[in-house]
């Protein structure tokens, strides 16, 4: 059982990224797949996540309207669009999955994502 978070890099301030959480060993179909972000010296924060449907997503406060999650189940892959990038993004971010949102059974290594000014 194995998530990947990748996509992350380094880009200027205003644009976009796509991170992609790739599954092996399980199918996502049955999970919720949340993205959480750390930042150094910050605590973790939960950035988005999505049901297992697709029918109910959820978007943390500094990223609504900026970002947005999707999943392709036939593909095995959940996306998280990030759109006007800020400096603030700049995090590690992780996808995780679970039964709800929120509640995450298995983890994946982060991609990191660096915003410059």
């Known amino acids: 059982v194995q998530l990947q978070a990748s996509g992350g890099g380094l880009v200027q301030a205003g644009g976009s990224l796509r991170l992609s959480c790739a599954a092996s060993?399980?199918?996502?179909?049955?999970?919720?797949i949340g993205w959480l972000r750390q930042a150094p010296g910050k605590e973790r924060e939960g950035v988005s996540c999505?049901?297992?449907?697709?029918?109910?997503?959820y978007y943390g406060d500094s990223v609504k309207g900026r970002f947005t999650i999707s999943r392709d189940n036939a593909k095995n892959t959940v996306y998280l669009q990030m759109n006007s990038l800020e400096p603030e993004d700049t995090a590690d971010y992780y996808c995780?999955?679970?039964?709800?949102?929120?509640?995450?059974?298995?983890w994946g290594q982060g991609t990191l994502v660096t915003v410059s000014s």
């Open positions: 999505i049901s297992s449907s697709g029918g109910s997503t």
């Open positions: 060993g399980f199918t996502l179909d049955y999970y919720a």
């Open positions: 995780a999955a679970g039964e709800v949102c929120f509640t995450y059974d298995y």
